[in-house]
């Protein structure tokens, strides 16, 4: 192998930065050059790839977003558009391919496999929605982001007994609702996985006005029904010793410094993928599995949904007292 190329695709995750480091500083130890490509799949499309030295991957360990880019493409789901990104890597004499992004990042990176370019994947999303990894780089920074958020609104929460209604990222997984609601000590947690009644909710409400609580503080998942603003109309015409006030964390939750356990688990990654590659390897996406990085085929990733602990989820419904 002489030269590999590396893109971030999909929606942002800090940590990406961490990850491509790892990618780039990994393959030039093995003697490799390394192009960079812009903004994702579409970078692939339009020729847009440069070569990374290991000084231009300096000082972004600690930084989030992607300094790559990233974009959707539609482009890159069709045939016309991939065959156009495969032209361009051939062109540019690049044997093989590292693709660091989510679920649908890794869809694009077996559509190319299937058309018989190496390619090897790198989960990133803070929904951890991705499946052969335990978690994604990005998750635990996000999930710090939250529980930031929920520590400061409990005080003010407190001081003027008000149930806040808290919606966190997660259009389809709830596993950024589940966590941050039990690592901040919600009274309740709202997710796309598990049907939830307006009327537990408000239950729930009274029940912890009841017991004297100095606030009621929900998680909501983007994607859960019924949403935020649902409930918050729902509660509002209700009697319930509360006041009720709603808050949407949207994007703050994808930026920030990446946390020491995503840098770290950002870096196995990239180091891993270049281990497999290195083994001639191809076709996988490398993830975090009880502890050891493990390649699994992207036919299987691809096809695979994750699911949430639920056990979990309800085991944890005994903290909500
Ligand atoms: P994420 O990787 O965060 O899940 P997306 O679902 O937007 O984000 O996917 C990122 C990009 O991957 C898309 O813009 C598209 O270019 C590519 N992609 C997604 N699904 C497919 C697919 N089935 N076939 C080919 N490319 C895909």
């Known amino acids: 192998m002489k030269r590999i190329a590396v893109l971030t695709s999909g929606g942002d995750a800090p940590g990406m930065n961490s990850c491509l480091r790892a990618v780039v500083r990994g393959a030039?130890?093995?003697?490799?050059?390394?192009?960079?490509?812009?903004?994702?799949?579409?970078?692939?499309?339009?020729?847009?790839?440069d070569p990374l030295d290991a000084r231009a991957v300096g000082g972004i360990v600690q930084k989030g977003g992607t300094i790559l880019g990233t974009i959707r493409s539609p482009e890159f789901k069709t045939m016309e558009g991939r065959k156009r990104a495969l032209e361009n890597l051939n062109k540019n004499k690049v044997e093989?391919?590292?693709?660091?992004?989510?679920?649908?990042?890794?869809?694009?990176?077996?559509?190319?496999?299937?058309?018989?370019?190496?390619?090897?994947?790198?989960?990133?999303?803070?929904?951890?929605?991705?499946?052969?990894?335990?978690?994604?780089?990005?998750?635990?920074?996000?999930?710090?982001?939250?529980?930031?958020?929920?520590?400061?609104?409990?005080?003010?929460?407190?001081?003027?007994?008000?149930?806040?209604?808290?919606?966190?990222?997660?259009?389809?997984?709830?596993?950024?609702?589940m966590m941050s609601g039990i690592a901040g000590g919600a009274e309740f947690i709202v997710i796309p996985e598990v049907e939830t009644d307006m009327e537990d909710i408000v239950e729930s409400v009274e029940d912890a006005y009841r017991k004297g609580k100095a606030h009621f503080i929900a998680i909501i998942a983007e994607g859960a029904k019924p949403g935020t603003q649902a409930i918050a109309d729902y509660l509002r015409g209700k009697e319930l010793g509360f006041e009720v006030r709603m808050t949407i964390l949207g994007h703050v939750?994808?930026?920030?410094?990446?946390?020491?356990?995503?840098?770290?688990?950002?870096t196995r990654l990239g180091l891993g993928a270049i281990r497999e590659l290195a083994r001639a390897e191809k076709g996988k996406m490398v993830g975090l599995i009880r502890?050891?990085?493990?390649?699994?085929?992207?036919?299987?990733?691809?096809?695979?949904?994750?699911?949430l602990d639920l056990q979990f989820y309800r085991r944890a419904q005994v903290l909500e007292r």
Do not use: C
């Open 28 to 49: 030039l130890a093995e003697g490799w050059e390394v192009l960079g490509v812009r903004q994702g799949y579409q970078g692939l499309i339009d020729g847009r790839m």
């Open 96 to 177: 093989a391919l590292v693709v660091i992004g989510g679920n649908g990042s890794q869809s694009g990176a077996y559509e190319l496999h299937k058309m018989g370019f190496p390619v090897i994947g790198a989960p990133s999303t803070i929904d951890n929605d991705v499946p052969f990894t335990d978690i994604t780089i990005g998750v635990d920074t996000a999930l710090n982001t939250v529980l930031n958020a929920i520590d400061k609104i409990k005080e003010t929460a407190s001081s003027h007994h008000r149930a806040f209604l808290i919606e966190v990222m997660g259009r389809d997984s709830g596993y950024l609702a």
């Open 253 to 266: 939750q994808r930026g920030g410094s990446p946390t020491a356990f995503d840098r770290v688990l950002a």
């Open 291 to 307: 502890g050891e990085t493990v390649a699994t085929p992207l036919e299987e990733v691809t096809s695979t949904k994750k699911v």
